[in-house]
């Protein structure tokens, strides 16, 4: 996977795995066993749905704890005025003069829903290390392009609660 995150998305998915394996594993071992007790397993709904929240539980926690060993970490330090991962950047799309906000996050929490846009997107790798005033080229594939300048850049600490995205 190898999957690039920083130190905060690492704490992040370690609380995960304790909140399943203190919280979710136990209640999710009682269903099945309260499911179980009900008699006739080949006709039984309740059993099957919490077998299978059961192994979704374990999947996730298994999933997880894989990133986490084959993670490359990242800093998520920049210069005061650059951007850099956990900042957000409000940019001009210089073709139509539209201003967005976004925040530059690793891969595993980006969420263009959300405005959370990934370190590795082509918007995502053009802003990194630009400067306030700077304008950038974002290369989307080889045929298509376009300029944004960038207006205004705030340090954020990654303590905003992005969540880590489930797959």
Partial sequence: MYDELTPGDIRKM?????????????????????????????????????????????????????????????????????????NTVTVEFVDDGSVETYKIVTTVRGNSLENLISNESPLGKSLLGKKEGESAHV????????????????KTADESGDRIRSF
């Fill in 14 to 86: 370690e609380e995960e795995i304790e909140h399943r394996k203190l919280v979710v594993r136990p209640k999710a071992l009682a269903d099945v066993k309260e499911a179980r007790a009900h008699g006739d397993l080949s006709e039984n709904f309740e059993y099957y749905a919490a077998k299978k929240f059961k192994n979704q539980n374990e999947s996730r926690i298994r999933y997880l704890e894989r990133m986490i060993r084959t993670a490359r970490i990242i800093s998520d330090d920049s210069a005061e005025d650059e951007v850099g991962i956990n």
């Fill in 139 to 154: 290369q989307v594939n080889e045929a298509i392009g376009y300029d944004v300048k960038i207006l205004k850049i705030e």
